[in-house]
């Protein structure tokens, strides 16, 4: 087996990484956005202390050109300050919470950003901040998106920022919603994207760390996102560990919904379902421990072969299903995933039940490989934070599954040691183990792979770690399985 | 000026069309979805009241094939029934609602759906049965749809219908959003989109007439819409006319938001907010008896010149704008505005404050023509309907442009008067009127067309009104004028 080996000096770059970024980005806005400034209104006198903003139109722009006062976070858009305290209505109010968005000119985000807006996530007394995260290429795209923000009128979103550098779109954000990742093209094999996508979360790793609240919540959707997760995590010593989660969510409600049809019950009667391991096609609905009306699903789906053979297929495959019915990825669904992910981390779990998330192991009780991310049952207090749940039982058969998931995601890891600061990039991946539908329109693409392709087309200095553009060669030795879309398709999102 | 007149039997067709509809939907259904019907799941025992729709994977569609049991509102979709008042927590719930979307494949449906779905737009308490209405050529991305509603485990989705015959998906809804309409293709003339889409909602008023639910509110969203209302109001004899609405809500929420701008507030202090007239370049913001902060527009935006020169313009060119930043049209905020106009029916509005709606004129206090669909100020006791406000202002600037809105709604009710049972169509439309940003990206046009093609390319028995497919003649005075958009550009929404 042939295994490409390349050694980096991790640490020591960083922050050299970090401040030439930050440089660079400035640099390039400074030019890019010399016309998108501040505006001429005569704001009504009052205590400023959050900020609005809202999209500029073209010669709003123009007439504001000489006069550069815009403040960073406003670039390209209109910004007002207000009192959120002034206001009978608002000054019960939370305190103005900041949520980063990767991706955002993407589908996904299109519909996760207006839930948020909504008042749907957080809550009716909780105001946002939003931050949009997207590449050269797409501002255009994602001043679009602040304007149809700007023009839905929802009272709690109060500041709209748009940007192209993770350092400052990071900024004080108390959430990190990572949804963009470079889908994967026609003859790209799961190491290419390993390692491209590990590239572009190695760095909003090192954004977190510097920019982002010392205790931000990081939700990663971009594929393959358990690896994707753990490399952003080890790229974030300070922020602690626990707080990054892979989604599996989409999964763990695919797999509920599957089990109620077959139950013949409404899918609010399924309750304690695990994904267990990657979010690919090892990943393990686990039908041992979930029940249906409160009992074990073996003593309600009596067809315990469709259980074993059938059940986890249909999970898996319902993105592919969704695909060839839909004509694109699964957006919608998977932005409902992304909600129910962070409600499930602010609102105290129901007595009794547990949702999964893709974390990291270390501690975790039962026997998994520690250092990787992995999904597992967890509970919250809802206070953003989570425990993994005790009591689960196991089998030989869940047992098994379990480890072929584990061996994976080691795999995965040994695969992306160089973004991770272990020093050796070195692939052996057996299987083509990418979920079918993992794939998404030429739309959808163009979208959401625009928010990424500064990384890979623009010359920029780069770390040590990011100078080598394909640092890995795989050698495949199982050819690839794409089960049941036709070849040459390629991957995006859930 | 050349004119086409073309006489009609309009009312003697009606019931003829009704039934020859009907009867050719269930012959091509029968076959068509003969391989869709009930699994053989074996529920748990309960009374069967509600009931609940999941879509089937193709295994378990060709498992049933034998047993031909599905419900018509079933077809191609897993059924399952239950009983809301068994549940502790969903005993208390009101009783559920049917509320049928037309163009429920395109892109503005897909953000609304899950808004519905989530119990945002109806309430906590507010079970929902979503029938969705789209051609043949979208089904499966109907199903499409319904597996991603499916896979969102929403507690207040108690079913999901689709169809291609607006008289089953019509039946008993309680709400029917109307947003499918033929895009405008390159070249095509105001006029032949008045006819095309006229016939489609003169087919759906006949529907909605026999098959809703007597007190059905109708929003119309898909463009002519102010006369696409019309039609289907003439259509719709049984129901009340102060029933069908056109969509207004995005012009008044830009507006909103374009007043705030100048003003220096955010856009929650400004009320009062109408559109008049036609939702098209006609249509008028109305700075006269909007108020900032409960003032008069004119006292705190002392730039008069600005708001009766610029402002309205601003309004109309910010879907234009949009499209060009965005690449698509604005899906996501006209969601938003449909759910406002929703909830600006079921909720009482605000002392003091009204909405914008285009709706029926008979009866109207401000001297507006009677008969056509007029987008005017009106209160809601939160019951459904609406009453006009009175207490509103005119100055010569303000009824000079009402007074051109209304003219050119004349006009198209003239163009159209072989649709609404008036006999002659007649088209005299001196301005290409389309707002700029009433266009679509190919995929948008893609979705929601494939749910109107259906009326055109198949051969199908049509009434007489229907039989004349392009019966309007335009003679174009005045070059059409795009406002900003290049030559060739086609529209769609809003």
New interface residues.
């Given amino acids: 087996m042939a295994v490409a080996e390349l050694s980096t000096s991790f640490t020591e770059t960083a922050t050299c990484f970090r401040s030439s970024q930050l440089s660079i980005s400035s640099s390039s806005y400074s030019s890019r956005f010399s016309h998108h400034l501040r505006p001429s ?4 006198p009052r205590t400023r202390i959050p900020t ?1 903003s ?1 999209s500029l ?4 722009v123009q007439i504001q050109a000489e006069s550069p006062k815009g403040k960073k976070e406003c670039y390209g858009v ?1 910004c ?1 300050t ?1 009192d959120l305290k002034a206001e009978e ?1 608002t000054k019960s109010w939370k305190k103005l919470i900041n949520i980063a968005v990767s991706g955002a000119a993407g589908m996904i985000s ?2 996760l950003l ?1 839930k948020i807006a ?1 008042g ?1 996530v957080f809550g009716p007394d909780q105001p946002v901040a939003l931050k949009l995260l997207g590449s050269e290429r797409s501002v ?2 994602l ?3 602040a ?9 709690l979103l ?1 500041e709209v920022s748009i940007g192209t550098d993770p350092y400052e779109v990071f900024q004080d954000a108390e959430w990190a919603l990572l949804i963009g990742a470079k889908p994967r093209g026609p003859g790209m094999e799961r190491a290419d994207l390993l390692d491209i996508n590990g590239q572009i979360f190695a760095e909003q790793g090192k954004a977190l760390n510097a920019s982002a609240s010392p205790n931000v919540k990081v939700i990663v959707v971009g594929n393959p996102c358990n690896t994707n997760a753990l490399i952003c995590m080890k790229n974030a010593p300070n922020i602690p560990a626990k707080n990054f989660h892979a989604l599996t969510r ?1 999964d763990e ?2 797999a ?2 599957q089990l ?9 009667q399924v309750s304690n379902m695990t994904i267990w391991g990657n979010h690919s096609t090892t990943q393990v609905p686990d039908f041992l421990n979930a029940r249906i ?1 409160g009992l074990p699903v073996k003593e ?1 789906i009596k067809d315990h072969k469709w259980l074993e053979e ?1 059940f986890t297929e ?1 999970v898996q ?2 993105g592919g ?2 695909i ?4 694109r990825s ?1 957006a ?2 998977t ?3 992304i909600v ?1 992910a962070i409600k499930s981390l602010i609102i105290p779990t129901a007595e009794g039940d547990w949702f999964s998330s893709g974390v990291y192991t270390n501690g975790n009780p039962y026997g998994i490989a520690e250092d990787i991310v992995f999904s597992m049952p967890c509970r919250s207090k809802g206070d953003g934070d989570y425990e993994l749940v005790k009591d689960v039982i196991f089998d030989d058969y869940l047992l098994k599954r379990i480890k072929k998931s584990e061996a994976e995601l080691l795999a995965e890891k040994r695969c992306v040691a160089h973004l991770t600061g272990e020093g050796i990039g070195f692939c052996d991946l057996p299987e083509d183990t990418m979920l079918p539908g993992e794939m998404s ?1 030429r ?1 959808d693409i163009f ?1 959401t792979s625009r928010s990424l392709l500064r990384q890979s087309r623009e010359p920029q200095p780069l770390p040590v770690t990011l100078v080598h553009h394909h640092p890995v060669i795989l050698l495949r030795l199982v050819p690839s399985e794409h089960l049941g879309l036709p070849p040459g398709m390629i991957n995006l999102g859930r």
């Fill in positions: 209104f005569r704001p009504l609005i809202c139109t073209s010669d709003q209109f007002l207000y209505e299109n519909h207006f909504s749907e255009q795209a001043e679009g998106v304007m149809e923000l700007e023009d839905s009128l929802f009272p109060r989409l409600n695919r509920k919904c109620a049809l077959k139950a013949g019950v409404f899918y609010d009306r309600v059938e249909k495959k319902r299903v969704l060839q019915k839909w004509g699964s919608a669904s932005a409902v995933s129910d329109s739309k979208a």
